[in-house]
């Protein structure tokens, strides 16, 4: 029915009024000719006569209608292009509207294009068929919205939406906390329900009557659109207050666990340095320092552990505040023990310091062929190979002059005996920390060595 009812407007609005002009011609050029004749045959001409007569008849006839026929299709081309220029008017709105539209829509939801780039001039059909597949695909886009409406009802908060000081859309929560329904609520100014409390400097916190006639105090949040919408969400001051508390309490005790752990980490402390000396010393004078080195070494590590847990680089030199050099130098911390080299590496680097790491000596070494390190702290007793191999390849590859400036190597080792010392500096190391050592000596010895890497201002 669609169909015949658009037929027929094109019918009467295109066709019909040039038709029926041609028609009325057409209908009077018919009648003249039957005129004629009739005047022909009346008058009894000569046969000859009369056959002549009606041959031009029949030629006028004929030429009559082809004329009324080529008036026909040059009009109605006319009116067929007058037609298209009159229906491009509503199209160019349309694609004007859907492209206004696609632009509200947000970014996730426009991936491509609303509607193809034009290549070539379109007809009239087609561009309207490329107009519904883009109005269709701005309708599914369309439906993929947030939807606002489903939002608020869903919070667990009162909540609702005002637009020109008026309620608009309410959440069911608001409804139950009110006891009106959301048709009632509709219309409404917010003031109406709301009371600012002036006890409070807070502008935020606002009263209102519950169903039950009990004034509740809420933290009143809004947000606002460019269209004058609000959204506007209460918050109960009590539960916020209780969940302050609840947070407060749990900061307490969480330092009060921290002060009982530290206070339980120093008493470690002070009960196994002095049983690290005296292990030494013992096998000292058992003569048995070489035999047990992996045992003192891990001892030693134990307590660099427990040095870094209790003391920081803060609480050593709390007077001073190091800043990075404009120049970049960098540190590598080798050490097979995870837990060491993390806290060495935290340290360091809040110096400011760019700091690596590596795991043994073959790490170590690659690293070394990739970049430069200013200084290195090496630990003695590691897999194969140990620090005292890793440093004398170290010193080896930087005399083949692959390396134009020269690595500080800083020795991490339980034994620092002269004897050890000796040995390190045979290998080309530098200088020793002796463990277990503190978090500060790291520092102290980049101070020493690479004094320029840090710059201290007193606080």
């Known amino acids: 029915m669609r169909v015949e009812a658009r037929t027929e407007s094109l019918w009467h609005r295109l066709v019909w009024p040039?038709?029926?002009?041609?028609?009325?011609?057409?209908?009077?050029?018919?009648?003249?000719?039957?005129?004629?004749?009739?005047?022909?045959?009346i008058a009894s001409m000569p046969p000859a006569l009369v056959w002549q007569a009606h041959t031009w008849l029949v030629l006028a006839l004929l030429s009559g209608t082809g004329t009324i026929v080529a008036i026909f299709f040059v009009m109605l081309r006319q009116r067929l292009r007058h037609w298209e220029a009159a229906i491009d008017t509503p199209c160019d709105r349309l694609e004007h509207l859907l492209r206004e539209v696609q632009k509200d829509l947000p970014f996730w939801l426009k991936p491509q294009r609303l509607l193809p780039v034009k290549t070539e001039p379109q007809g009239p059909l087609s561009r309207f068929e490329t107009l519904l597949d883009g109005l269709e695909t701005l309708l599914d886009r369309l439906g993929k919205?947030?939807?606002?409406?489903?939002?608020?009802s869903a919070a667990s908060q009162p909540a609702f939406i005002v637009r020109h000081d008026t309620l608009v859309e309410t959440n069911t929560a608001f409804e139950q906390l009110v006891g009106r329904t959301r048709s009632d609520l509709r219309g409404i100014g917010?003031?109406?329900l709301l009371r600012h409390d002036e006890r409070d400097e807070d502008a935020n916190i606002v009263r209102i009557h519950d169903a039950q006639g009990q004034w509740h105090v809420f933290r009143l949040v809004t947000l606002k659109d460019g269209?004058?919408?609000?959204?506007?969400?209460?918050?109960?001051?009590?539960?916020?207050?209780?969940?302050?508390?609840?947070?407060?309490?749990?900061?307490d005790h969480a330092r009060e666990e921290?002060?009982?752990?530290?206070?339980?980490?120093?008493?470690?402390?002070?009960e196994l340095n002095p049983l690290v000396v005296e292990l030494n010393e013992l096998f000292a004078r058992l003569d048995m320092a070489d035999e047990n080195l992996l045992v003192r070494e891990r001892l030693a590590d134990i307590a660099v552990l427990v040095a870094n847990l209790v003391d920081t680089p803060e609480s050593q030199s709390p007077t001073v505040e190091p800043e990075p050099k404009p120049v970049?130098?960098?540190i590598l911390v080798v050490d097979d023990g995870p837990v060491n080299t993390m806290l060495a590496h935290n340290v360091l680097e809040s110096q400011g310091l760019t700091v690596d790491t590596a795991d043994n000596g073959r790490i170590a070494l690659e690293k070394a062929r990739q970049m430069h390190y200013d200084l290195v702290f090496m630990d003695i007793f590691m897999p194969d190979p140990d620090g005292i191999e890793t440093s004398r390849l170290w010193r080896a590859r930087e005399a083949t002059g692959e390396q134009t400036r020269r690595s500080v190597l800083v020795a991490l080792t339980a034994s620092a005996t002269d004897e050890d010392r000796r040995r390190f500096a045979d290998v080309g190391m530098d200088d020793c920390i002796a463990k277990p050592y503190r978090p500060s000596e790291l520092v102290d010895m980049i101070q020493r060595w690479l004094p320029q890497a840090l710059q201290a201002r007193s606080t």
């Open 258 to 270: 921290s002060r009982l752990k530290s206070n339980y980490l120093e008493l470690l402390q002070r």
């Open 145 to 152: 919205r947030p939807r606002l409406e489903q939002m608020l």
């Open 227 to 251: 269209e004058d919408y609000q959204l506007g969400v209460l918050e109960d001051v009590q539960e916020i207050r209780q969940r302050i508390s609840q947070l407060t309490l749990s900061r």
């Open 18 to 41: 040039i038709l029926w002009r041609l028609l009325l011609a057409e209908g009077v050029l018919i009648t003249l000719c039957v005129i004629g004749w009739g005047a022909i045959w």
């Open 328 to 330: 970049e130098y960098r």
């Open 190 to 192: 917010p003031h109406y």
